[in-house]
Structure formats: structure tokens, C-alpha cells
């Protein structure tokens, strides 16, 4: 009888800023602290790189996914300490009025496994008078992306979902009044070695 490959995994929580280099050097002390602690594969959250609400000044520090220093960066540490990355997203420039808040899969050798933009917008009127548009500052994505981090043997990977938690937060937020028609490729990952 073989067993299922096992893995561990790191929820990265942080406080993004409006300091790319300091979210970059946070962020990193993070992924670094989850691979010391034996982290197959480390996630981090949406946005890891700049919350910023003011559009210029949105703009004014965001890069093309080339010029990206927070990509550069997070691709370079995955592959030093040779883990898989989930970064959640990180603000990419992809034209002078638009975003893509996309996120990245990293693997072990630095190496880009998959992308994906994010197409429904965080477009919502808070009860306190808060309003977001992210639809203002960001282009939608259009296709979502499927990555396999489970093996092409039997076995079993386990998720806990509490239903009740899902219905509060999508009555809070009521992201899914904008959903958008999308594509849904599969992009298949590389086997780590053991």
C-alpha cells in the first residue's frame, strides 16, 4: 500500500502598505520564517506588494510584470529556498489607465507556473458610506486558471469548508453581482523532487 504525498503549507498574514520596498522586505522575512519552519509551498495575500487607494498614487508606483520588484524578488527567495509560492496578487501595470491585480505561481526553481488576473472587481457600497471601485483602476481578467500544487496518484486532499462562513462574507460583500463570462484553462505544475 503506498501513502499519499503529504506537504506543508504557510498562510502568510501581513500588513501591506503603501511602501513597495518595505512590503517587498516584509513579505520576505515571512516567506523566508515559513520555508525556515518547513514550508512546501507558502501564500501570501492579495495585494502583497501596495494597498494603495489614491490612483496616482497607485499608478505612480506599480511596473509592468517584467519590471515588477516584488516579482523579481519573490521569484528569486522561491527559488533560494527551493518551496512552491502562491503570491496572492500584486498590482501589474498593464496599460497607462489600467491594472491587472494578478497573482502569481511560483515554483521551486523561480520559475512563473501560472497566472491569474482576478475578474470579478471589488466593486461595493459599505453600510457606513465606504465606497470601492476597483473596476476604476483595474482591467478584469478574463480566463480562470486551474494549477494541479495534489500528485497524478490516488490520493486525497482535504479542505474544510464552513458553508454558514461563506454565506455571511458573501452577504457582506457582494462581490458576485459582478461576475463576468470567463475561460478556464489548466495549467499543470511541475513534481517537486523528494
Keep these: 500500500m503506498t501513502t499519499a504525498p503529504t506537504f506543508t503549507a504557510a498562510l502568510v498574514q501581513m500588513r501591506t502598505g503603501r511602501d513597495v520596498t518595505v512590503n517587498i522586505a516584509d513579505v520576505s522575512g515571512l516567506v523566508s520564517e515559513a520555508a525556515a519552519q518547513g514550508a512546501d509551498l507558502a501564500i501570501t495575500p492579495e495585494m502583497t506588494s501596495l494597498l494603495e487607494t489614491k490612483s496616482e498614487r497607485l499608478f505612480a508606483s506599480t511596473f509592468e ?51 491569474y488576473d482576478k475578474i470579478h472587481m471589488f466593486d461595493v457600497d459599505l453600510a457606513g458610506g465606504e465606497s470601492y471601485r476597483e473596476s476604476r483602476n483595474f482591467e478584469p481578467g478574463r480566463a480562470a486558471v486551474v494549477a494541479e500544487a495534489a500528485h497524478d496518484e490516488p490520493g486525497v486532499v482535504l479542505v474544510e469548508i464552513d458553508t454558514a462562513r461563506i454565506a455571511e462574507a458573501r452577504a457582506r460583500v457582494p462581490s458576485l453581482g459582478y461576475d463576468r463570462d470567463f475561460a478556464l484553462p489548466v495549467v499543470r505544475a511541475e513534481r517537486r523532487a523528494s
Design 65 to 115: 510584470e517584467k519590471d515588477d520588484p516584488a516579482l523579481a524578488a519573490l521569484r528569486a527567495l522561491a527559488a533560494a529556498r527551493k518551496i512552491w509560492l502562491l503570491i496572492g496578487s500584486l498590482p501589474v501595470k498593464v496599460s497607462p489607465q489600467k491594472l491587472a491585480n494578478r497573482s502569481f505561481l511560483i515554483a521551486p526553481d523561480g520559475g512563473i507556473a501560472a497566472r
